[in-house]
């Protein structure tokens, strides 16, 4: 609620009045979708368990690394199932936003996990260059056919969920990558199939190492941004500021901060300076100016702190 003590004005941006309120145990984005996860999970499994078969029975180390890529891909999307139920743990007085951020966690190990499947991949297809070894370009395109078919599903389950949520969408991306890596496969297969050449087996891998690095890069950087406390995307802080500062009983704004909790849960905060007449009517203020917040930068969750002209004075920290 609103409360005025001595000179300052401290709340959440939203009208209490209006009996909403800002808890921080609202379902995140990734909750939402559990359902696509775990539908998701049980189709890279089955595909991992058809890879592994069918690189022992076609000798295919790109069958081999495709497996691998998915079973770790497997392994990111059951990390996001835990983290998606993690994160639904309400909050309590030590972590205050409960567990939310363990999405974007799930989401960073994920990133981590893939650099060094690629890595296992080149060294694998160094010696394979080397030394060359028996394929079975049929066994390979059967498998990376059925693999295929697997994960357009997958990307079919996800599509919606991977709009809303990052953890969501590192598991679209994983999945798009088993994709892509079961054409190649099936294009690889078809080579070593028609012409005997053993070596497109070797290319297929590196291949697939060449798809995963730039996602994965892409997913990482994008984590470490949420974790780092960085405004959220696509957000401009001045121009935040100017949105607060056309409301006319607003002189000054400083203290301005905005970033994000999880995919889909941007918050802010900031003092707002008003004439000492003005606090008089602070309820009012404050609803006027989450609305602005609300409405032009889809922030629900801010918390402004009302205070007259000289207040920012008496205080430690350095203003923004």
């Given amino acids: 609620m609103t409360e005025l003590s001595g000179r300052r004005t401290e709340t959440t941006g939203e009208p209490m009045g209006a009996g909403h309120g800002h808890g921080h145990g609202m379902a995140t984005a990734g909750a939402a979708n559990r359902s696509r996860l775990a539908i998701v999970l049980a189709l890279m499994l089955s595909v991992a368990v058809a890879q592994v078969l069918g690189a022992a029975f076609s000798g295919s180390l790109a069958l081999l690394a495709d497996a691998g890529h998915t079973v770790t891909d497997s392994l990111g999307v059951a990390l996001a199932l835990v983290a998606v139920w993690v994160a639904s743990r309400p909050a309590t007085t030590q972590r205050t936003f409960g567990f939310q951020r363990a ?13 060094v499947l690629c890595g296992f991949i080149v060294v694998e297809a160094v010696e394979r260059l080397q030394s060359p070894a028996e394929v079975s370009g049929l066994g390979m395109v059967a498998v990376a056919a059925f693999g295929l078919v697997a994960n357009v599903i997958g990307l079919l389950v996800l599509r919606g969920g991977a709009k809303e949520s990052l953890n969501v969408k590192s598991a679209y991306v994983e999945v798009l990558g088993d994709a892509l890596a079961s054409v190649g496969v099936i294009v690889g297969g ?8 053993a070596q497109a087996d070797t290319v297929v891998s590196l291949l697939i190492a060449a798809i995963i690095v730039p996602r994965a890069w892409s997913l990482l950087r994008e984590a470490v941004h949420i974790l780092l406390e960085a405004a959220p995307k696509g957000m401009d802080l001045d121009e935040v500021r100017g949105h607060l500062l056309g409301h006319p009983a607003v002189i000054d704004v400083h203290d301005l901060h905005a970033w994000t909790i999880t995919s889909g849960l941007p918050v802010m905060s900031a003092h707002v300076v008003v ?22 930068f ?9 205070e007259p002209p000289g207040h920012a004075d008496h205080e430690g920290a350095s203003h923004a």
């Avoid at 999405?103 to 650099?115: K, P, T």
């Avoid at 004439?275 to 032009?296: I, T, V």
């Fill in 103 to 115: 999405e974007i966690l799930a989401a960073a190990v994920n990133a981590l996990v893939l650099f």
């Fill in 190 to 197: 078809l080579v070593v199939w028609i012409t005997g050449w």
């Fill in 275 to 296: 004439a000492e007449s003005d606090l008089k009517d602070s309820g009012r203020m404050l609803d006027e100016l989450h609305e602005c917040l609300a409405g032009h």
């Fill in 298 to 306: 889809d922030v629900d969750h801010s918390t402004l702190q009302l």
